[in-house]
């Protein structure tokens, strides 16, 4: 049966369009289902297998979405081997969440090494090594292969299409002939729906690092063998907040001042003026995979003022470390097992220990879901609206949570005091994507 695929934006509260593969008579092909997300990337198998990627890492499934350009070396490492080499010696470039910016036209290339490279390219870096990784499961790299897409990749029709295309093509610069799309949530909905004993209307919730995505299906027995499931989809939206945005809050809140935010330094040729650090910088500084674009001469000139007339001169040694030894990678990493630690105890510590860096922040449950509420009412807004655009939603048999931020305890229950206890649901909340868009690559192969 045809799945579900998506081929262009639609309105944000309409289903998106379920068209056939057209040409039945076309020779076979390996097909798959890749899940490429701003942290992560998996695929899986038509049987819904999600295959091991790298299987020489603590989490084989997860193909982290990083790479990394030394300075001595030609290699270009991906996944966990760039994190690893990253970790040994950080001279060089390392790029990260670079799905965060396939709907930005102002981001278009960038300089590597002497070389440019179009967002299409690095995209297609990692796309072609899961799709080698892939083939070592098949006996060959699948040719086809069913790309998962936000919901929303941004409120702005026009950027969505453009994010959506710049996948596309580097789909094809990958190596793939036949590519499909099909949006994340309803991909979380065919993996749920594999193990439905009876129909059930779903609210899926996909939490991902850059944004988060809705669907209202219908699901079960009575529905999977349907060859068009248009007619399941009740309605779908999302909404640009993910696990990302729950780190910056920490750093907004906990570590700024760590470096130097709400500190001054006085303005050379000037003696007697004393200004505070530059919005722009301190903004950039709540995004790991934006702070290594301050790092450009203007910057190292102020950080170098900053240095010789600060009144926080300890912070503002961070505050350099920070930004010229690359380190913002590694700090968010430490903020983020903290958030995971939370998800689990009341209280964890940001534990950071780099050059001239001594962090060990503590923060509290209470502190952290308090940091997150201008997040947590923008979800309850979101779900809110679907759920008012259609009537049937007064019948929801289950709520699907899937994705890192599912885990967050406030996440988790902003559904359970809207639906009860019983009817919200988990799975594995890192691959079910990835299962439900294998499980839709069937028609593919």
Not at 10 to 27: A, I, Q, V
Not at 230 to 242: F, H, K, L, M, Q
Not at 289 to 304: G, N
Request: aromatic residues 8%; hydrophobic residues 40%; proline residues 6%.
């Amino acid at each position: 049966m045809p799945p579900p695929v998506l081929h262009q934006a639609g309105p944000l509260t309409m289903p998106y369009p379920f068209p056939s593969f057209g040409d039945k008579g076309r020779t076979p092909m390996h097909a798959c289902g890749l899940d490429f997300g701003t942290s992560n990337t998996a695929a899986a198998l038509p049987d819904g297998t999600v295959l091991s990627l790298q299987p020489h890492t603590a989490e084989p499934r997860l193909y982290r979405s990083v790479m990394f350009f030394p300075d001595d070396e030609r290699e270009i490492y991906t996944g966990a081997d760039a994190i690893n080499r990253y970790m040994e010696d950080n001279t060089g470039r390392f790029i990260q969440s670079v799905k965060s910016f396939l709907h930005s036209s102002s981001f278009r290339a960038t300089q590597v090494k002497g070389r440019t490279f179009t967002i299409e390219e690095l995209v297609a870096i990692l796309l072609r090594r899961v799709r080698e990784a892939a083939g070592v499961h098949l006996g060959t790299p699948p040719e086809a292969v069913i790309l998962g897409r936000p919901a929303v990749f941004t409120p702005d029709p026009e950027a969505d299409a453009l994010a959506q295309k710049r996948l596309h093509r580097a789909a094809e610069l990958a190596g793939f002939q036949h590519i499909e799309f099909l949006i994340e949530p309803i991909a979380a909905a065919l993996a749920y729906e594999a193990q439905l004993q009876r129909d059930e209307l779903v609210l899926v919730a996909d939490f991902g690092a850059g944004t988060t995505d809705l669907t209202l299906m219908r699901l079960g027995p009575s529905h999977r063998g349907a060859k068009d499931r248009r007619p399941d989809v009740v309605g779908s939206t999302g909404v640009r907040i993910g696990g990302d945005r729950f780190d910056a809050e920490i750093m907004r809140h906990k570590l700024l001042p760590r470096f130097g935010a709400g500190s001054t330094y006085r303005v050379r040729g000037l003696s007697d003026k004393r200004l505070p650090i530059p919005q722009h910088v301190v903004a950039k500084l709540l995004s790991w995979h934006e702070m290594s674009f301050i790092r450009e001469k203007s910057t190292q000139d102020l950080l170098a003022t900053m240095l010789e007339t600060s009144d926080k001169q300890a912070e503002i040694q961070a505050l350099h470390d920070l930004v010229m030894d690359n380190l913002g990678y590694r700090l968010f990493r430490a903020i983020e097992a903290a958030k995971v630690r939370l998800s689990r105890e009341d209280v964890a510590t940001v534990d950071f220990e780099e050059a001239r860096i001594n962090l060990h922040e503590p923060i509290t449950r209470q502190e952290f879901e308090a940091f997150s509420k201008p997040l947590l009412d923008e979800l309850e807004q979101c779900t809110e609206g679907l759920l008012s655009r259609h009537p049937e939603a007064q019948n929801i048999d289950a709520v699907f949570l899937t994705g890192g931020s599912s885990q967050i305890p406030a996440v988790r229950q902003l559904y359970v005091r809207r639906f009860g206890e019983d009817r919200v649901r988990t799975a594995d909340a890192f691959t079910s994507v990835a299962e439900g868009l294998g499980r839709a690559s069937a028609a593919l192969g």
